[in-house]
T-cell receptor, first 110, second 113 residues
Framework: SQQGEEDPQALSIQEGENATMNCSYK?????LQWYRQNSGRGLVHLIL?????REKHSGRLRVTLDTSKKSSSLLITASRAADTASYFC??????????FGTGTRLQVFP | DTGVSQDPRHKITKRGQNVTFRCDPISEHNRLYWYRQTLGQGPEFLTY????????KSRLLSDRFSAERPKGSFSTLEIQRTEQGDSAMYLC???????????FGDGTRLSIL
């Protein structure tokens, strides 16, 4: 079963705009991770944020975590056509395995 | 490239046949995971190994499924008597410890005719 939900399910924007995706989860976690998946490919790790962190940056990516609300957001700034992909959040639910959300499909138009 | 490698990339088989997939993790990673992903969904956990030991199995892993990691390096996932519902992408991932990211292969896409 899925741990949580991403919102929105699909997002279409123009190049240069920012994209924000949200993730909610259900149980306590040690860390939360965001992954990107291009069509027909495996998942590429983007960023890991620990439960005691509130915000993390990596290049054009900004991730926030609110453990009181059991939610996280991923912001991609100055989007590019190459950012077109599905984005998933995954939590560890205090175990070794990852539990993924349902994903956000991002389309960036040139 | 020393990433996670999966073989084959695609497998088409008739219902009732057995299939086996292979995963070669990143060499220094002692943890290896299998996930299944159906169209439009996120990956779902199947099982994982720490070295040779299979430490957890999902309820999704029926008795038709078996996974091994005999020498603590590569792993195989076998599905016996395949069914239509087994059609999915099977993903393998590895990591060095639970606090580090899992690195995924490109998966094996299984289609059951």
């Amino acid at each position: 079963s899925q741990q949580g939900e991403e919102d929105p399910q699909a997002l279409s924007i123009q190049e240069g705009e920012n994209a924000t995706m949200n993730c909610s989860y259900k149980t306590s976690i040690n860390n939360l991770q965001w992954y990107r998946q291009n069509s027909g490919r495996g998942l590429v790790h983007l960023i890991l944020i620990r439960s005691n962190e509130r915000e993390k940056h990596s290049g054009r990516l900004r991730v926030t975590l609110d453990t009181s609300k059991k939610s996280s957001s991923l912001l991609i700034t100055a989007s590019r056509a190459a950012d077109t992909a599905s984005y998933f959040c995954a939590t560890d639910a205090e175990t070794d395995k990852l539990i993924f959300g349902t994903g956000t499909r991002l389309q960036v138009f040139p | 490239d020393t990433g996670v490698s999966q073989d084959p990339r695609h497998k088409i088989t008739k219902r009732g046949q057995n299939v086996t997939f292979r995963c070669d993790p990143i060499s220094e990673h002692n943890r290896l995971y299998w996930y299944r992903q159906t169209l439009g969904q996120g990956p779902e956990f199947l099982t994982y190994f720490q070295n040779e030991a299979q430490l957890e199995k999902s309820r999704l892993l029926s008795d038709r499924f078996s996974a091994e990691r005999p020498k603590g390096s590569f792993s195989t996932l076998e599905i016996q008597r395949t069914e239509q519902g087994d059609s999915a992408m099977y993903l393998c991932a590895s990591s060095s410890n639970p606090d580090q990211p899992q690195h995924f292969g490109d998966g094996t896409r299984l289609s059951i005719l």
